[in-house]
């Protein structure tokens, strides 16, 4: 019993939107299964919603280390939502210190275990706070890759040497590693995640990019998903003169399929489950190998409609096969009439798509992406080339890495997507040259990814370290 009581206890504050919820309960899935029997509990703090989605899995019962606690959403009963961007994200953000701390109070007696190590999204600047109220390690999760998080690290040097106070118009072309050592030249100032220079930096999420950036060197550690090979210089750099214990620990997809074959899970549905039948059509496409084009725009973004019609003239004229996963409430507008019924044996359009496993399969060789970063990694292992269409947040540093700085990729010209744009791109990459040089590219960084996961490689490694704070508290 006295055993017991003294178990660590891992108190874990999920971001309940779009895939971050997913990617950190990835991670604490592993921890869980790499800590020896029963030598901790995990409690883990997201939304009703959040939660319901993340562990009606299967899977979930052989994770019984893990419990998940709901926290509130902050919206005020009978509020009617106004539409503004991030609404929902405000609302949440606001009630958030107040509701993790409640609901890890009630965790803490519930389990009789009081709480031993915080790791959280890297977005809850005010987990620090917590964790030094409890005096216990605090671990930041960040689910992008080093470029992202470099640009929120610098956000206070980069406005000060511009001499930028409330965004400013004209900028672009400036090299970024002109400000940050290590950085590829080949990244834009205009690459940057708005809320660093642009965009409106006095709304509440740009004050929480903001003080993240700052909160970053002080955490015992920084965890993200990512390999160091992948973008070594940037990395050396960032540990070397700020975040010594950055662990970089994946690709999480690579580690997680380590763990459970296909299943895996992401908010809004089960990954890896295939209601559609993607994969069996696939595996009945007769063309040569490597002649599919997959298209998806991760679990929140939805192309403008011209381009959504742009994306269906241009598989039409193409005549490419297709899996394109979109969100259903658009086919019906957002579609040019009669695509569906012309394009029955040529594509399936699907509301959700187990992406992983299609981008591993080998009929696919193309892959239309809005750069998410775990679409980015997704798209590495799986080897596919990438025609990059970028929209928010750190989705422009990950295009420019996949299109200039690796050359796995085309970025759209022009910024938007056009008929003879896709056309052409699918033409170089699914049957030209180039196609071919980026699919050895992409193949060998695949094969570096699975080093670096593998028992000696440095994921690996920095993975042991995340596992030693979250088990004994020293800092790794
Ligand atoms: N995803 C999926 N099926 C879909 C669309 C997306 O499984 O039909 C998953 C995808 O594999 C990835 C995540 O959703 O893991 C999207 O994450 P990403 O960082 O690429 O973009 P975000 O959704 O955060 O914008």
Redesign the pocket.
Known sequence: QQQQERRPHVAVLAFPF???A??LLTVIRHLASAAPASTAVFSFFSTHKSNRSLFSSSSSSAFNMIKAYDVTDGVPEGYVFHGKPQEDIGLFMRAAPEGFRKAMEAAAVDSGKRITCVVADAFFWFAEEIAAELRVPWVAFW??GPSSLAAHLYTDLLRNKLHITDGIAGLGDERLNDFIPGMSNKMRLKDLPEGVLFGNLESPFSHMLLRMGRSFPRATAVALNSFEELDLSLTQHLKSHHIPTLLSIGPL?LLHLQLHGTH?L????P??SDEYGCLPWLDNQKPAPASVAYI??????VPPRSELVAIAEALEASGVPFIW??KEEVWDHGLPDGFLGRTREQGML???????D??SHGAVGAFV??????????GIAGGVPMICRP?F?D?RLNGRMIGDVLGIGLTVEGGAITKEGLVRSLGMILNGDEGKRMREIVRHLRLQAGKALSPTGSSTGNFNKLLQVITTGAPP
């Open positions: 779009s895939s971050h997913a990617s689910t992008s997809n895996n992401v908010a809004g549905a990954r890896g998806s725009f991760g679990s929140v973004t996963s979109l699907v509301p959700w798509a187990p992406q992983v299609i981008l992406t809005h750069c998410g970063w775990s679409s980015l990694l997704e929209f947040g989705q």
